[in-house]
């Protein structure tokens, strides 16, 4: 408890206990923020309903495609509603149709790169804009990269093309949102098991690769990304902004 204490967030993005945002919200209501979640769709409400109950019986738990401008409006009414204003968003959504991440990045569709563009990387355009009237204190916007945005990784593909461009809308939301003392970063997390690294044909040699060839040995943990994400959430972080840092015990430096 302290260092977000009177802090109010939002949190997109959590899908189960193993969700990177679900660390990140853990780390950030621990250190006494108050938070809202949004859920993608009827099939995730329990998952996320059980989850966001744990920090209280009236948590804000609202439906939000971020496809959708009218639900993004309606959440960050209900958030105006509720709060009457906002610290803090957490961005930790990305899809790409399961097609575009097999194969060769050559026959990405013109559909896969749409849908791809848009849920992962439109939208924190999108949630930026709803959310910089409410931050009238200031604020922290965090997202989730990966390394694929910047060196080619097998069968990443158009996410990685996608991410390129998250990156590149944190810059530019930072410069735009900087004089209201807003501030936008990402934190390009190494591999780990969630939904949506499950399923991922090799995900498995993957985590074993980065255990081989990163500095620290082994994988980042989820704890580990709450706790970098608390920090680019708090006055430590006061002037910090438009950065991608690298959690990923140190894979991204290395030239082999
Ligand atoms: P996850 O499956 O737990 O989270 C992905 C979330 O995206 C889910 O909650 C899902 O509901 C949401 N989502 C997808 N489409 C949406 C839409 N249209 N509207 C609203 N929400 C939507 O998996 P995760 O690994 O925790 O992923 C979170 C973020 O971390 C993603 O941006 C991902 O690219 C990034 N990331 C993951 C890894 C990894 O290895 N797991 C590594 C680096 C970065
Ligand atoms: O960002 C991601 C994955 C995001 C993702 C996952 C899925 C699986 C289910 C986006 N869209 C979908 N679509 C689906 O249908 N990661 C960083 C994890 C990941 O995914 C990979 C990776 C890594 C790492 C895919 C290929 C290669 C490496």
Request: net charge neutral; charged share 20%.
């Given at each position: ?11 997109f ?8 945002a679900w660390?990140?919200?853990q780390?950030?209501?621990r250190a006494g ?5 949004t859920?993608?769709?009827?099939r ?6 059980e989850?966001a109950?744990t920090f209280?019986?009236?948590t ?5 495609d971020?496809t959708?401008?009218?639900?993004i409006?309606r959440?960050f009414?209900a958030v ?6 906002l ?7 990305a ?7 097999e194969g060769?990045f ?6 896969a790169f749409?849908?791809?563009?848009d849920?992962?990387?439109y ?11 409410l ?10 990269s990966y ?6 990784v ?5 996410m ?6 998250l ?11 900087g ?7 990402c934190?390009?997390a ?5 939904l ?12 074993r690769h980065y255990e ?7 994988n980042?943990?989820?704890d ?11 006055d ?14 140190g894979?991204?430096?290395m030239?082999?």
């Amino acid at each position: 408890m302290s260092l977000l204490n009177g802090k109010f967030g939002i949190v997109f993005g959590v899908a189960n206990k193993r969700s990177i945002a679900w660390a990140i919200a853990q780390a950030w209501a621990r250190a006494g923020a108050t938070l809202a979640f949004t859920y993608q769709g009827e099939r995730l409400k329990e998952n996320v309903a059980e989850l966001a109950g744990t920090f209280g019986p009236d948590t804000l738990i609202l439906p939000c495609d971020v496809t959708r401008d009218e639900e993004i409006a309606r959440v960050f009414a209900a958030v105006q509603q509720r709060f009457g204003k906002l610290h803090l968003l957490l961005h930790s959504v990305a899809f790409a149709p399961r097609e575009a991440l097999e194969g060769d990045f050559l026959n990405t569709s013109r559909e896969a790169f749409r849908i791809a563009h848009d849920v992962s990387a439109y939208s924190l355009v999108a949630l930026a804009r709803a959310a910089a009237p409410l931050m009238t204190e200031g604020g922290s916007l965090l997202g989730l990269s990966y390394y694929g945005a910047e060196k080619v990784v097998p069968h990443y593909n158009v996410m990685g093309v996608a991410k390129a461009a998250l990156e590149a809308c944190t810059r530019y939301l930072a410069y735009d949102l900087g004089p209201r003392q807003i501030r936008v970063n990402c934190i390009s997390a190494g591999p780990v098991n969630t939904l949506a690294a499950r399923g991922i044909s090799g995900f498995t040699e993957m985590l074993r690769h980065y255990e081989a060839k990163a500095p620290l040995k082994r994988n980042v943990t989820a704890d580990e990304l709450g706790a970098t994400g608390l920090f680019l959430a708090s006055d430590g972080a006061a002037a910090i902004t438009g950065q991608v840092l690298y959690v990923d015990c140190g894979y991204q430096i290395m030239g082999m």
